[in-house]
């Protein structure tokens, strides 16, 4: 669902992957969220912030998965600062991921509607799914601007545990990354 808001008023928006643990744009306000429908997934490639052109990571996006439900961090961005947090999450954002608007449930029962960057199918950074070896194996090796892929994912799992988050794909690509003691 295309999105567009006002650049002078506040808004809530939605962080599922990165934003969770750096949001980086002043916010008034966080809370634990809840968006029903879809799940995460690392099958975005990364050219700017977690690889490199020739060899780009893996970053998350949301898939629309019935009966899913993906937990995140919701922060309410004054109106203020709107235009400018605009400005920089759709520079940050650039990669093939577009502005959406979504509801959201709110940890507090609270109903939010949000705004929620997702990088759909067919993008031209679109990397889709793959064996999860393989996606870890990327994970392990990529690294760009924005730091090393792998500590990307590590600080996923960190921050979705910390929303005592229940996130199989990115749990398990955790789990084979440690194993594997890929680097």
Same mark, same amino acid.
């Given at each position: 669902?295309?999105?567009? !808001?006002?650049?002078? @008023? ?132 990529? !690294? ?29 690509? @955790?789990?084979?990354?440690?194993? !594997?003691?890929?680097?």
């Amino acid at each position: 669902m295309a999105c567009a !808001t006002a650049a002078n @008023e506040s808004f809530w928006l939605f962080g599922y992957g990165s934003l969770i643990w750096n949001p980086s744009v002043p916010h008034i306000d966080r809370v634990p969220a809840r968006l029903h429908g879809f799940s995460r997934r690392f099958w975005q490639g990364s050219h700017d912030h977690r690889g490199l052109p020739h060899a780009p990571g893996r970053v998350v996006t949301l898939i629309k998965d019935a009966g899913k439900v993906c937990a995140g961090m919701a922060f309410r961005i004054p109106a203020e600062a709107a235009a400018e947090v605009l400005d920089h999450l759709d520079h940050r954002e650039k990669n093939g991921y577009s502005r959406q608007s979504h509801g959201l449930h709110a940890a507090s029962g609270l109903r939010l509607n949000a705004i929620v960057y997702i990088a759909e199918p067919g993008n031209f950074a679109w990397l889709g799914p793959a064996p999860a070896i393989e996606v870890a194996q990327q994970i392990a090796i990529s !690294t760009g601007p924005s730091g090393s892929n792998r500590e990307y994912l590590e600080r996923l799992a960190k921050a979705l545990r910390d929303l005592d988050a229940d996130d199989p794909h990115v749990f398990e690509l @955790e789990a084979i990354v440690k194993r !594997t003691a890929i680097s």
